[in-house]
Each structure stands twice: as structure tokens, then as C-alpha cells.
């Protein structure tokens, strides 16, 4: 399905490395925009999620360095899960 106001999400990173990550882990969806299109013909809407303060920096910081060459994932969480598996990383 599709994500939704309130809805509860990971951040996930994989750089062009291949090395895949969560940034932050069960945040809140606030807000979703309309769907618009970029300068290359491609879809995307936008998302306001509520970052807790200590995870703002990582945050910025990875989309800031990996903005031209990862890949970010929203993954929807269920409403019962609650836990977090904090820095694991994945490298194929």
C-alpha cells in the first residue's frame, strides 16, 4: 500500500558502495506533499517526518554526502513494532 499521514517508517541508506543502512528507525510520517516531477522526467513526493533531535544530524549529514550517488528507502513499519535495531550494516 501506500504511506500515509501517521504511518510509522525506517530510513534506509545504501551508498554506491553497496553498503546499506538504517539512518533512523520508526519515525512518524507528519506530512506527505503532492507529487511532483523533477528536471529528469522522474516522479517523487515529498515527506515530513518527526526526527528525534539526537538523529537530526546523522540524518542531514547522510543525505547531504551520499545526495548524487545513494539511494534512500522509506520502509513502512508496523503499528505493533516498536523495537530498534540500531546501527546494523549490511555489505553484499
Known amino acids: ?5 501517521g504511518d510509522h517508517v525506517d530510513v534506509v541508506s545504501t551508498s554506491i558502495s553497496g553498503v546499506t543502512q538504517f539512518v533512523v528507525e ?3 510520517i507528519l ?4 507529487t511532483a516531477t523533477n528536471k529528469n522526467g522522474e516522479d517523487y513526493t515529498s515527506l ?4 528525534p ?3 537530526v544530524t546523522k540524518l542531514s549529514y547522510s543525505l547531504v554526502s551520499d545526495v548524487d550517488t545513494g ?3 522509506l520502509v513502512l513499519r508496523s503499528p505493533v513494532d516498536n523495537g530498534i535495531a540500531g546501527p ?4 553484499p
Do not use: C, H, P, Q
Open 1 to 5: 500500500g501506500y504511506l500515509t499521514k
Open 26 to 28: 520508526n519515525v512518524e
Open 31 to 34: 506530512e506527505i506533499g503532492s
Open 48 to 51: 515530513t517526518i518527526a526526527v
Open 53 to 55: 533531535v539526537g538523529d
Open 71 to 73: 539511494l534512500y528507502r
Open 88 to 91: 546494523v550494516i549490511y555489505t
